[in-house]
């Protein structure tokens, strides 16, 4: 790490009564306050509703509890933590919040993009505490010229350091152990190139439906709402060159040079692209609509539940290996991995009956756990091939992933945060593909809700 940041005293989640702060930022803090009880934190909520301090400390409890919160640090916060009702947009609300926050105060913007953005130019207007951090939820911006202005403005008010663009796909513990699974073995990283890989496909499905979130999702999109977002990232882990250190430069600067060299497969969107929509159908008993008669969804939007996109990363080493994405909502079977798929051997003994299917090494985002099958001659006839799996458990991490990303906002390290330029370049690369959508270059497919999504799309292995 370069040099100690001073840790977050005052916690300021503007944006407090909201969805995103019940249900992942407190639970996520509940966890972080539990395995730290040494670690003492301000809390402050703020929304422009008429809640007590009374009210927010039982919705705190609330969230806390879902985690089993305890111990001296989540006690002392639960005593002291207040809510206070402002419009955050005007200076004059921010000044007061933080002029009465105790040490380093962090920011926490889990307000609607809009409202960042104004509460961002109301920050401008006022002098800010030294050493101030900020952390900003996706969407960062809607495109590479917005990330890029939205990247002016907060750079103008802290250091680029000091900001921590969310994505808490950097936290989850599988993603983590890709570091130690990659950088302190030497047995899968001389295999880890285009000379033993075939293709790589990350894949996050989910059977989860819209769930009330038309307001976002139906102007977001599978597309932005995960490859855009959290699997570029994953990518990113997936394919970067092995970093000196764990520091926040040396890591971040990894990624960004594999998102540099990223781009859609043979620069053709149309071919590289798939986008699907779920229509009515049945998953483990739970009955969803068309996805257009969801509460909310406007379908002249066309939006799209399920997005498929093939991206080239042109480097020495990842050169004409084709890199998969693709996450759907609704989708019958539940499939968060990585799967790397090793070339054919160079000559199977002739003698050796049976096929030789590539190996494959699976890596799944939940439950923590590898795979990595293999041909082997298995049991009976031992001329005969057949396929082992060797499994290996991660185990969960002791953090939720937002935890681990909110660790590192509380103690100024943003290493499992999105740099800058790394915001921008990752709509660089969706770009074609948003364009290719947008002028109907590309069909959008049904697929019925429960389904493995549609019928004619090459399966992912
Ligand atoms: N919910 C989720 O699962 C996820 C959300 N996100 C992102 O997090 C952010 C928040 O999402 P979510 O919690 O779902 O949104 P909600 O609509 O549930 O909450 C928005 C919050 O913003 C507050 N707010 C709006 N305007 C002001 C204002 N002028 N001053 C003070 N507070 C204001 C609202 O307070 P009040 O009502 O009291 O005015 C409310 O607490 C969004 O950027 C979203 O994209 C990211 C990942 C997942
Ligand atoms: O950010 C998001 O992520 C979730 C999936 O992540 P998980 O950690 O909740 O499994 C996804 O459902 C959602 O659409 C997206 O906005």
């Known amino acids: 790490m370069e040099g100690m940041a001073e840790a977050v005293r005052t916690l300021i989640i503007l944006g407090a009564t909201g969805d995103l702060t019940s249900r992942l930022l407190l639970p996520a803090l509940g966890q972080l306050l539990t395995r730290e009880p040494q670690r003492r934190l301000e809390l402050v909520g703020v ?6 301090t009374a009210h927010w400390r039982s919705v705190v409890r609330k969230s806390f509890a879902t985690v089993k919160a305890s111990g001296d640090s989540v006690d002392d916060l639960l005593s002291s933590t207040r809510f206070t009702s402002a419009d955050v947009t005007k200076p004059d609300a921010l000044k007061e919040l933080l002029g009465a926050a105790e040490g380093t105060p962090a920011l926490y913007f889990a307000l609607p993009p809009a409202v960042t953005k104004d509460v961002c130019a109301a920050l401008a207007q006022i002098e800010l505490p030294e050493d101030l951090r900020l952390a900003l939820e996706k969407p960062f911006g809607t495109d590479k010229r917005s990330a890029a202005a939205l990247n002016r403005r907060l750079t103008a008010l802290v250091p680029e350091d000091h900001v921590h663009r969310i994505d808490h796909f950097l936290g989850n513990s599988t993603v983590q152990n890709l570091f130690g699974l990659r950088f302190a073995n030497r047995i899968f990283e001389p295999l880890w190139s285009t000379e033993h890989v075939e293709r790589v496909d990350i894949v996050f499905d989910e059977q989860l439906g819209l769930e009330g979130r038309a307001g976002y999702y139906d102007h977001a999109g599978a597309l932005v709402d995960m490859i855009q977002s959290h699997l570029l990232q994953v990518m990113a882990v997936v394919a970067m060159e092995p970093p000196s250190t764990m520091s926040a430069a040396d890591l ?11 781009k859609v497969w043979d620069d ?10 779920y229509t009515s159908g049945t998953i483990d008993g739970r009955t969803l609509p068309d996805y257009v008669d969801e509460q909310g969804v406007d379908p002249a ?3 799209e539940t399920l997005a498929q996109v093939t991206f080239a990363v042109g480097n020495w080493r990842w050169s004409g ?3 998969t994405l693709r996450s759907g909502k609704a989708i019958g079977t539940l499939r968060h991995e990585i799967v790397l798929t090793f070339r054919q051997a160079h000559h199977v003994p002739t003698g050796l009956r049976g096929v030789a299917h590539p190996s494959q090494l699976r890596i799944k985002l939940g439950p923590d756990e590898m795979v990595l099958e293999v041909n082997t001659n298995g049991p009976g006839n ?9 499994h290996a458990d991660f185990g969960p991490g002791s953090l939720l992933a937002y935890g681990e990303v909110l660790a590192g906002v509380l103690d100024g390290d943003p290493a499992l945060s999105v740099r800058g330029d790394t915001a921008e370049e990752c709509w ?8 290719a959508w947008r002028d109907g270059d590309v069909p959008l497919d049904d697929y019925a809700a429960g389904s493995e999504g549609p019928a004619d799309w090459s399966v992912i292995p």
């Open 382 to 390: 031992p001329r005969y091939l057949s396929r082992s799996e060797l």
């Open 268 to 277: 053709d969107a149309v071919a590289a692209s798939h986008r699907g929509r």
């Open 301 to 303: 939007q066309g939006t």
């Open 428 to 435: 660089r690369i969706v770009a074609p593909v948003l364009k």
């Open 321 to 323: 290996v084709p890199f």
């Open 47 to 52: 929304g422009t509703s008429d809640w007590t």
């Open 252 to 262: 971040r600067d990894a990624k960004e040079l594999v998102l540099r060299a990223t």
